[in-house]
């Protein structure tokens, strides 16, 4: 089992920035990728980015050269920073680990006024 904790959330104006982290417990060294996914309102959750164990990283178009995921093994945490945030950046986001299961994070909410 692998249990996931999602902070840093909040309400920031548009064009400000929020750093993410998700921090992971349990049966940690079965952890292979690790992303974040968000669901705005009435929407489908999606993928904003992933990270490999070796670091290598994916991300949706919608964020790419504003958003940057990274992961700290050795905290057993991965960040997801996030710049020039618009009103559309506005949704729960989920941190997720890929094990030989799926496991999701509680979600932590962000909000971008503009």
């Known amino acids: 089992q692998v249990q996931l904790v999602e902070s840093g959330g909040g309400l920031v104006q548009a064009g400000g920035s929020l750093r993410l982290s998700c921090a992971a417990s349990?049966?940690?060294?079965?952890?292979?990728?690790m992303g974040w996914y968000r669901q705005a309102p009435g929407k489908q959750r999606e993928l904003v980015a992933t990270?490999?164990?070796?670091?290598?990283?994916n991300y949706a178009e919608s964020v790419r050269g504003r958003f940057a995921i990274s992961r700290d093994n050795a905290k057993n945490t991965v960040y997801l920073q996030m710049n020039s945030l618009k009103p559309e950046d506005t949704a729960v986001y989920y941190c997720k680990a890929y094990t030989h299961n799926i496991y999701w994070g509680q979600g932590t909410q962000v909000t971008v006024s503009s």
């Open positions: 349990g049966n940690i060294y079965s952890i292979g990728d």
């Open positions: 990270i490999s164990r070796g670091g290598n990283t």
